[in-house]
């Protein structure tokens, strides 16, 4: 008999073993004194409010296997639906908010929703722009509901704990749990099946890769990774900010959390850390109870990691996995190590370490192909050292994506060896240096390939981003009008005081650049107000518009 297994099973788990515990804090007032005053559910409170909702949905035809379209805002109520939809072995599809009415409604086309509950404004767009005319079936609303009938979630609420023989549906380790959709940051987003057998090997692995303990306090600045923290025993402390920018949060807000709960692990994007790190650091303040902080979306720049290193402890530490939404995790690596020994390699050109792959990952580099490849066996292993493809098999690795069959054949090879019969390709170049760690030198889809047969990665920008006076920079191949492919160097210079001098920066970065062999061919730096980001994370950048910005600057002449 095959086992059952349910992302959702250690909740009421934990809420037999510590009823009374904490689970989600949530900001909802200001105090008098203008600090933030926080409502929250223990473990008892959120598991008997999953499970009336649970019950609920399922009287109002929201089932196991419903896809379901989630557009709540972040609340208590929010996590409850989440853990709710998982009991009743629904689906829920989750799209980036604010990721544009032309991708969200390509997302909702192709998961092609059954049920849909939401806030009244998402009803209302939700008839205005079309989202699911042609497949949902169920409509529940949050807050008042006007014209569209279906349930609200009083009422869902109220025949939900009416029942009294419901039980969580007994999913399987291969039955589709989520439907996750990519950033879109490097093309259209993606929607990737999660099955809980994924979901759970996530849990195992980042649980026993960080060392998390139950009772621990966790920080999620973004909150889909709140879901994970039940099963990992935690607290969740859900901060007072935008998820939707976390490069503008408030810094005194975050350390504030941090202080009032004792938190002892946060995640937080390379962006917003920086923002933490710029203005709590130039504030005085201090996390002397946070030991563990983990980054992730894009890497982290070593300044970055210096700065936030000094609020923290002494045994506190930075971790950078590396991973992405169709496998996570993949590989790790510590602040410590980053700063002592594989910076110096980064400023180098050499790439970004993201360390040793994690227990139950099996990494391997291949040669780089813009084609399918149908099975691992057919796959050329490149020789050490070289750069390649980095593709991952182990148990977190999602099988396939969501109606898009081509986009699966791209990245899936099929391999008998691995514990879902697949491996993923995972769309990264980089390679293992000769004590065994991985290197990531950016995305294939970013390489820039010149006429002379000549290859250029994303880690040659390591190079210039250690020039003072540079923000970031990123190399993209612009196409000017009767150009063959030219390699342009774009900078986002610090918008922290001293000014620069630009003339005399570009002057500086393009004779670092004829310095060198594998950068000789860059004869353009092209100064840009501001990157254009992920919605997800604000950090990923947005390099095929550089690109089509640098192609209309040369082409202007400038």
């Known amino acids: 008999m095959t086992a059952t297994v349910n992302i959702a099973a250690t909740l009421p788990r934990v809420a037999r073993e510590r009823p009374n515990a904490p689970a989600i804090y949530f900001p909802h007032a200001k105090t008098a004194s203008g600090r933030v005053a926080y409502t929250h559910y223990t473990y008892a409170q959120l598991d008997a409010a999953s499970d ?41 599809v989750v799209v980036d908010p604010g990721i544009g009415r032309s991708a969200l409604a390509q997302c909702l086309g192709e998961a092609a929703p059954e049920a849909f509950i939401g806030v009244s404004e998402a009803h209302a767009a939700r008839i205005v722009l079309g989202w699911g005319r042609a497949s949902v079936r169920h409509l529940v609303t949050v807050g008042r509901r006007w014209f569209w009938g279906g349930a609200t979630i009083d009422e869902v609420r109220a025949r939900g704990a009416a ?5 969580m549906a007994d999913t399987r380790a291969d039955e589709l749990a989520a439907i996750l959709f990519t950033s879109g940051s490097t093309g259209v987003p993606k929607g ?54 976390p490069a ?62 000094a609020l923290l402890p002494d045994a506190g530490e930075i971790f950078t996995p590396y991973g992405a939404t169709e496998s996570l995790p993949v590989a790790s690596i510590g602040s410590r190590e980053i700063l002592g020994e594989t910076a110096a390699g980064t ?36 020789a050490p050292g070289e750069v390649g493809e980095i593709t991952v098999a182990g148990p977190m690795v999602t099988r396939a994506y969501f109606n898009r069959d081509a986009s699966t054949a791209l990245a899936k090879m099929l391999d008998p060896s691995a514990p879902n019969g697949v491996r993923h390709r995972m769309g990264d170049v980089g390679y293992f240096d000769d004590t065994g760690r991985l290197w990531f030198c950016g995305r294939k889809s970013h390489r820039v390939e010149l006429t002379t047969g000549q290859r250029m990665f994303s880690s040659l920008e390591g190079i210039f981003d250690a020039y003072p006076g540079v923000f970031r920079s990123a190399l993209v191949g612009a196409t000017p009008r009767g150009r063959d492919v030219t390699p342009v160097l774009c900078v ?12 005399a920066l570009r002057t500086a970065l393009l004779a670092a650049a004829a310095a060198r062999p594998e950068t000789a061919a860059i004869q353009h730096v092209l100064f840009h107000p501001g990157f254009p980001v992920d919605i997800r994370h604000n950090a990923k950048i947005g390099r095929e518009a550089l690109r089509a910005w640098a192609t209309a600057e040369l082409e202007r002449g400038r």
């Open 347 to 382: 400023a180098d050109g050499r790439g970004v370490c993201v360390g040793r792959p994690v227990d139950g990952a099996d990494v391997a580099i291949i040669a780089i192909s813009d084609e399918p490849i149908a099975a691992f066996a057919d796959a050329q292993r490149v």
């Open 192 to 245: 990737v099946k999660y099955t809980h057998g994924n979901f759970v090997a996530q849990v195992e692995m980042i649980r026993d890769t960080y060392r998390i303990e139950p009772g621990e306090i966790d920080l999620p600045t973004f909150p889909l990774f709140a879901l994970f923290d039940p099963a990992l025993g935690m607290t969740t402390v859900v901060p007072d900010m935008d998820p939707r920018a």
């Open 248 to 309: 503008k949060v408030d810094a005194r807000k975050i350390m504030q959390a941090i202080d009032d709960f004792g938190v002892t692990n946060m995640f937080g994007s390379p962006a917003l850390l920086n923002r933490v790190a710029r203005d709590a650091g130039a504030a005085g303040l201090r996390a002397p109870t946070l030991r563990r902080v983990i980054s992730a979306g894009a890497p982290v720049p070593p300044e970055t990691l210096r700065r936030f290193h």
């Open 492 to 503: 986002e210079v610090d918008p922290e005081p001293p000014s620069v001098d630009r003339a």
């Open 163 to 167: 029942m009294r023989d419901w039980t």
């Open 52 to 92: 009336a909702l649970a019950a609920g949905l399922g009287e109002v035809g929201v089932t196991r296997g419903t896809r379901t379209v989630l557009m709540v805002r972040p609340s208590l109520e929010f996590f409850a639906l989440t853990f709710a939809l998982f009991k009743a072995g629904a689906v829920p």
